[in-house]
């Protein structure tokens, strides 16, 4: 019982803490040099997991599908596979837990060691609001940063699974790109599965954040905030991806 | 220092649309879709089969558009399929036949129009009078057992 209560007060501060970043929000446009160097902290460092990983992902793919269409004699469909699975689930979902794990562990460090070391209330002595200066920048730069690497995820997906399916296969190059392009709709698809990594971008770094600011400010503290956020949001994407998935592929 | 990391950004953000490009471009059926208008004609057929929306209307095997809307009449128990047609093929002949066909042997269901030689032309929101069903494979089997046992029946043993 006492855990229930708990829980659901740091639910609802973790929701009031969102209200005040998106109340924050509009300042930085003020000070979007804040925002730029997030995103090279966020999206950049975090872009060369996200090619190893999409391009693997996609060839081992290819090799898995292929493996299973060839007893059909279906390897022409192998690229509408590849690009699906990736372009609907794979490409949103693995960027998010990689994100999660590469991106969101680093804020909720970074955050929280500011509280421990007492900068954040430094900040605030100083009358600089914490949450604008510190805390949204980092939240509008996860947001921006989950779909771009999610559609680089994908992309070099398919790209991987081509070099595995024709290169290597031998399943007609021609065949790949044209069952692709009859099969998946730029919108139900493609659109939806942007749709996906924008809410899961959302919802990562709002626990990044929320997790380092909420932490008890000692060591231990910081560590176990971190692998909360990692824990956490890696099960509230897929939990996401599940309802997101039933709603919009029925 | 801070001059790389805007360019770093740049970069990122500019791999991202690039992405986001090819997926819209290359990996999807955006780049076949024709931006020119449509016309509508509707028909009616007693057994649509396996046909679905965004299946494709074909004519001498070339896409010219796809299926919009299925319905149910149920004044005529009717299925009644309205079809999108690009613009540029807009010359039919009012006593086109349409015809539901299987690409390959267990393929996807299109919608073929075979132009006829009336000199009037089909108008948008007209519809085809001339229409045949899709072919039910288990209705296919079974008329072909029942001829088999006719002849059967009929040998002069």
Not at chain 2, 135 to 147: A, C, D, H, K, T
Request: glycine share 10%; charged share 15%; hydrophobic share 50%.
């Amino acid at each position: 019982m006492k855990a229930l209560i708990n829980m659901l007060t740091r639910l609802g501060r973790g929701s009031l803490f969102l209200i005040k970043i998106l109340a924050g929000i509009p300042q930085l446009f003020l000070r979007f040099n804040l925002v730029i160097r997030q995103v090279y902290s966020v999206g950049v460092q975090t872009l060369l997991i996200i090619l190893v990983a999409g391009l693997f992902v996609g060839m081992v793919l290819a090799l898995q599908l292929h493996y299973t269409l060839t007893t059909f004699g279906a390897e022409d469909t192998l690229g509408l596979l590849v690009d699906l699975s990736l372009v609907r689930e794979l490409g949103p979902v693995v960027a998010a837990l990689l994100f999660a794990g590469r991106a969101g562990s680093a804020l909720t460090a970074e955050i929280g060691l500011m509280k421990a070391t007492e900068q954040l209330s430094g900040l605030e002595m100083m009358a600089v609001d914490p949450i604008e200066r510190i805390i949204a920048p980092r939240f509008l730069a996860g947001f921006l940063s989950l779909p771009l690497l999610a559609a680089i995820f994908s992309a070099v997906g398919i790209l991987g699974g081509y070099m595995v399916g024709v290169d290597l296969l031998g399943v007609d190059s021609g065949a790949f790109w044209s069952q692709i392009q009859a099969k998946v709709d730029f919108y139900d698809d493609v659109l939806n599965g942007v749709i996906k990594s924008i809410v899961f971008g959302f919802i990562v770094s709002w626990i990044a954040v929320f997790e380092g600011y909420d932490c008890v400010p000692t060591s231990e503290g910081v560590a176990s905030a971190t692998t909360r956020t990692v824990v956490h949001s890696s099960l509230a994407v897929l939990g996401m991806d599940f309802v997101l998935t039933a709603i919009m592929f029925n | 220092m801070f001059k790389s990391i805007e360019l770093s950004v740049g970069i990122f953000v500019g791999a991202g649309l690039a992405a986001l490009f090819m997926l819209a471009m290359q990996a999807s059926n955006l780049s076949s879709l024709s931006s020119d208008g449509f016309y509508e004609v509707s028909a009616r057929f007693d057994n649509i089969g396996g046909l679905r929306v965004k299946s494709a209307v074909k004519v001498s095997g070339v896409k010219v558009g796809q299926v919009k809307e299925i319905d149910y009449d149920s004044s005529t128990f009717e299925a009644v399929v309205t079809m999108q047609v690009e613009e540029k093929y807009s010359q039919f002949p009012r006593d086109t036949i349409a015809s539901i066909f299987t690409s390959g042997l267990l393929g996807e269901q299109y919608v073929a129009l075979e132009p006829g030689g009336d000199e009037k032309l089909l108008e948008n929101q007209s519809e085809i009078r001339l229409t045949q069903s899709a072919m039910v494979l288990e209705q296919l089997i079974g008329q072909f057992l029942f001829s088999k046992a006719s002849e059967e029946k009929d040998a002069p043993f």
